[in-house]
């Protein structure tokens, strides 16, 4: 099945694949998980999530205004990015500086503010890496 992300403005090809729960005893969350393929041979796989709020998968074309920027979020089912219009697109005068380092990461769907979780949560390989 073809998709066209919008976004960046390529078709991507995307492909059904079974989605099994990590760690083995998560409890059971029924997700669509697609491998996604770019013209360049370049794929990847993605959880299609769902919560009580529609993200925007399936978007219009964006005109971004000069001197703007589009903002994607790391997370593109759950993040509030460029394509929502609290956000919108980010002036060339806001940006301050390339990002160089991943300074800290949480993962398991946790809360930076929930410390006690970070001996599990923290993703530790990943802390100041290189950003690519």
Not at 22 to 47: H, K, M
Not at 51 to 76: C, E, I, K, Q
Request: proline content about 8%.
């Amino acid at each position: 099945m073809e998709h066209r992300l919008n976004a960046i403005a390529l078709p991507i090809l995307w492909a059904a694949i079974p989605c099994r729960a990590t760690p083995a005893d998560a409890p059971l969350v029924p997700v669509v998980r697609w491998r996604e393929s770019l013209p360049n041979g370049v794929s990847y796989d993605t959880l299609q999530c769902r919560s009580g709020v529609d993200f925007p998968d399936d978007t219009g074309l964006y005109t971004v205004p000069a001197d703007h920027f589009f903002m994607m979020g790391d997370n593109r089912e759950n993040s509030e990015d460029s394509r929502f219009p609290d956000v919108g697109y980010v002036p060339f005068e806001s940006l301050i500086a390339r990002a160089q380092v991943i300074f800290f990461s949480i993962g398991d769907a946790k809360s930076v503010w929930e410390m006690w979780s970070w001996p599990w949560s923290v993703r530790w390989d990943r802390l100041f890496t290189l950003v690519r």
